[in-house]
């Protein structure tokens, strides 16, 4: 199913690139579900609040895909992958950002402003969205990343 919704949202060191992608993905014919975080990058926020936000919407909307940006992503995908049901991932490639979605059925794109150029960066996203979930063997792997033993 093609993504047509997408969540996004960053902190102070992704709010140029995060403003990038949205006006890349509205230019796509995608609306934006939501738009999270400061509106400039002299607004200093602590990532993991717009993370856990941007989850929870996520998830209340049973479908769309989530985008952060932070400076390097890291500190957004650690985030996001505290939440339950949130598969998140940094990608700053093409490649890892289709097999995000093709295999490890993500549902959170993380990316870094200080990482990517911006024409990389839509790159990167397209690829994300592009993509479709393969099943078969990956969904028995990404049942057990949610699933009961996970807690090790
Ligand atoms: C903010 O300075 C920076 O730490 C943050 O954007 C992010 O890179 C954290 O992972």
Do not use: W
Not at 1 to 30: C, K, N, Q, W, Y
Not at 53 to 59: E, H, K, S, T, Y
Not at 83 to 112: K, Q
Not at 115 to 121: K, Q, S, Y
Request: charged fraction near 25%; hydrophobic fraction near 45%; proline fraction near 2%.
């Amino acid at each position: 199913m093609s993504v047509t919704e997408v969540f996004i949202g960053s902190d102070h060191g992704g709010v140029g690139l995060r403003d990038v992608l949205v006006a890349h993905l509205e230019g796509r014919g995608m609306k934006v579900r939501a738009r999270l975080g400061p509106d400039t990058a002299g607004e200093s926020v602590d990532y993991p609040d717009v993370a856990h936000q941007l989850c929870a919407a996520v998830l209340s909307a049973h479908g769309g895909v989530g985008i952060l940006v932070c400076g390097t992503g890291q500190g957004m995908a650690i985030s996001a992958n505290k939440v339950r049901g949130i598969r998140a991932g940094v990608a700053s490639d093409p490649f890892s950002a289709r097999m995000l979605r093709a295999h490890n059925d993500a549902n959170v794109l993380c990316l870094g402003e200080r990482v990517l150029g911006t024409e990389l960066a839509k790159v990167v996203f397209d690829a994300f969205v592009d993509a479709e979930f393969e099943g078969g063997r990956h969904a028995r792997r990404v049942a057990k990343i949610d699933g009961e033993g996970s807690e090790v």
